[in-house]
């Protein structure tokens, strides 16, 4: 009789009673998006990078590598590198139904990738400021750690699938860069564009590290970041003593793990000196 009661008070429709939440409910959405997990993964980095892609490849043109510095065929390495393992990687997934290994293309790939990363990085670090240079070298030295986990340990699997999807770090960075002017008008001026480089790479790196999976990702980013600050203010600090035109010297600046802003100081803080030295002498003689 209740029976009969209760189903009077259901709503009509093509899913009664929790058979209907079954089928239509939560676990159903799991259960699809579990199955179709590859093509969720690449709707996921189209949305991501497809707004991002005409910068991507304006940034590589000639003209805009050698206004930066850059030799095009590091940037262009770069490019065709990066984006062709993450897209590889996807495609094999979406064919394969399992996470894929790393093979000795993706190696391949990799190594081309970063070593152009180092490189483009390695140039601009001059005119970097101390927090987003050591977060960039910590992100970097995460990266290869993953990667080589993964080789190691019989190509795992699972810790390739986080070095790929670490891969959005890049694009996350550049949402953070555009995005937080949208949340703080203060980052809008130019004079904070090196705080709000700084803020975007924290953040970003954070996020991508938190999304790709990595085992004690933010606590280890965090701790090599101040590890490589320190480090770099103590190179500096050994290196203001050095000649210019010494060796090991410009082996270092060249890598660009130093505190350049340290330098810079120094640099001033001679100059200064000097300026004063000279005219003190000038004013003995005058006297």
Same mark, same amino acid.
């Given at each position: 009789?209740?029976?009969?009661?209760?189903?009077?008070?259901?709503?009509?429709?093509?899913?009664?009673?929790? @058979?209907?939440?079954?089928?239509?409910?939560? %676990?159903? *959405?799991?259960?699809?998006?579990?199955?179709?997990? %590859?093509?969720?993964?690449?709707?996921?980095?189209?949305?991501?990078?497809?707004?991002?892609?005409?910068?991507? &490849?304006?940034?590589?043109?000639?003209?805009?590598?050698?206004?930066?510095?850059?030799?095009?065929?590091?940037?262009?390495?770069?490019?065709? +590198?990066?984006?062709?393992?993450?897209?590889?990687?996807?495609? /094999?997934?979406?064919?394969?139904?399992? =996470?894929?290994?790393?093979?000795?293309?993706? *190696?391949? *790939?990799?190594?081309?990738?970063?070593?152009?990363?180092?490189?483009?990085?390695?140039? /601009?670090?001059?005119?970097?400021?101390?927090?987003? /240079?050591?977060?960039?070298?910590?992100?970097? *030295?995460?990266?290869?750690?993953?990667?080589?986990?993964? =080789?190691?340990?019989?190509?795992?699997?699972?810790?390739?699938?986080?070095?790929?999807?670490?891969?959005?770090?890049?694009?996350?960075?550049?949402?953070?860069? #555009?995005?937080?002017?949208?949340?703080?008008?203060?980052? #809008?001026?130019?004079?904070?564009?090196?705080?709000?480089? @700084?803020?975007?790479?924290?953040?970003?790196?954070?996020?991508?590290?938190?999304?790709?999976?990595?085992?004690?990702?933010? %606590?280890?980013?965090?701790?090599?970041?101040?590890i490589f600050m320190l480090a770099e203010r103590a190179i500096a600090k050994?290196?203001?003593?050095? %000649?210019?035109?010494?060796? &090991?010297?410009?082996?270092?600046?060249? +890598?660009?793990?130093?505190?350049?802003?340290?330098?810079?100081?120094?640099?001033?803080?001679s100059t200064t000196d000097s300026k004063a030295a000279v005219e003190e002498?000038?004013t003995k003689v005058d006297m």
């Open positions: 009789m209740s029976a009969a009661v209760n189903s009077t008070k259901m709503p009509s429709g093509p899913s009664p009673g929790a @058979e209907g939440l079954q089928i239509y409910g939560l %676990p159903y *959405l799991q259960s699809a998006l579990t199955r179709y997990r %590859p093509e969720a993964d690449i709707l996921f980095c189209i949305a991501l990078y497809s707004p991002l892609l005409a910068q991507t &490849f304006a940034y590589s043109s000639p003209k805009f590598t050698r206004a930066r510095g850059y030799t095009y065929l590091t940037v262009v390495v770069h490019v065709l +590198s990066s984006l062709p393992l993450v897209i590889r990687y996807h495609a /094999r997934h979406a064919i394969l139904r399992v =996470w894929p290994s790393p093979d000795t293309t993706d *190696l391949a *790939l990799f190594a081309a990738s970063i070593l152009t990363s180092f490189r483009i990085e390695a140039r /601009r670090a001059g005119n970097q400021r101390a927090a987003y /240079r050591a977060s960039f070298h910590a992100g970097f *030295l995460m990266f290869l750690g993953v990667f080589a986990a993964s =080789w190691v340990r019989g190509r795992d699997p699972g810790l390739f699938r986080v070095t790929v999807t670490l891969f959005n770090w890049f694009a996350w960075f550049r949402w953070a860069v #555009r995005m937080l002017p949208v949340v703080d008008p203060r980052f #809008r001026r130019v004079k904070d564009f090196g705080v709000r480089m @700084e803020v975007g790479l924290l953040l970003s790196l954070s996020l991508a590290l938190s999304l790709a999976g990595y085992p004690y990702g933010v %606590p280890l980013q965090l701790g090599l970041t101040s050994v290196l203001s003593s050095y %000649p210019d035109n010494n060796l &090991f010297k410009k082996v270092v600046l060249t +890598s660009g793990y130093v505190d350049f802003e340290y330098l810079k100081e120094q640099a001033r803080q002498n000038g």
